[in-house]
Every structure is written in C-alpha cells, then in structure tokens.
C-alpha cells in the first residue's frame, strides 16, 4: 500500500500563485508514476499534471506553461507549482500515484489517490 499526504491548497487571487505538494509513504519502490488530478464542484476528475519515476512529465493543454510538476527522490514528494492561476484553476486537487504509467490517464486506474486539498481563485 501507498499513502499519499497533500499540502499547500488555500486561497489566492487571480494571477497568483501556489505550490502543492504530495509526500508518499509505504511501498514507494511499486510506483511508476505520481500527479495530480482535479475535480471541480459538479464536475469529473481530471488529470492535471504526472511525473514518472524518470522524471518523464505531462500535462493537460490547459495549464501548460503555467503548473509545473517536480519530484524530490529523496523526499518521495511531488509538487506542484502553480502560476497565473484562473478561476477555473478552482478545484480539489487530489494526488495519486500509480504502479504503471500507463494507468495515470484513467481516473478509474488510478491505483492511490491522497485526500485532496482545496484550491480557490478569486476574481
């Protein structure tokens, strides 16, 4: 089992900027990949940003240039720093990780999800 702690959400302007961050515990040497997926009020959960253990990286077309995923080996945590936030950025950003790559952009093959933490941007 893996477990999956966030940290970071909060409240910001337009404009601004935040960094999440995700530290993973338990069987870390199972995981292939970790990100970070969204999920708006009435919405689905959507695949934000992902990481492989290489350092390979993804993101949606909607942040690019914007959020920028990194990993610290040593730490098992992965961040998330986001810049120029937009309203629409509003969500619960939840971190998961996942024993193939391949099963990152899928919400339903996600093998771990953390609890989520809040992101709100002001107008």
């Known amino acids: 089992q893996v477990q999956l702690v966030e940290s970071g959400g909060g409240l910001v302007q337009a404009g601004g900027s935040l960094r999440l961050s995700c530290a993973a515990s338990?069987?870390?040497?199972?995981?292939?990949?970790m990100g970070w997926y969204r999920q708006a009020p009435g919405k689905q959960r959507d695949l934000v940003a992902g990481?492989?253990?290489?350092?390979?990286?993804d993101y949606v077309d909607s942040v690019k240039g914007r959020f920028t995923i990194s990993r610290d080996n040593a730490k098992n945590t992965v961040y998330l720093q986001m810049n120029s936030l937009k309203p629409e950025d509003t969500a619960v950003y939840y971190c998961?990780?996942?024993?193939?790559?391949?099963?990152?952009?899928?919400?339903?093959?996600?093998?771990?999800w953390g609890q989520g933490t809040q992101v709100t941007v002001s107008s």
């Open positions: 990481i492989t253990t290489g350092g390979n990286t």
């Open positions: 338990g069987s870390i040497s199972s995981i292939a990949a």
């Open positions: 998961v990780a996942v024993r193939r790559s391949s099963r990152f952009y899928s919400a339903s093959m996600v093998d771990y």
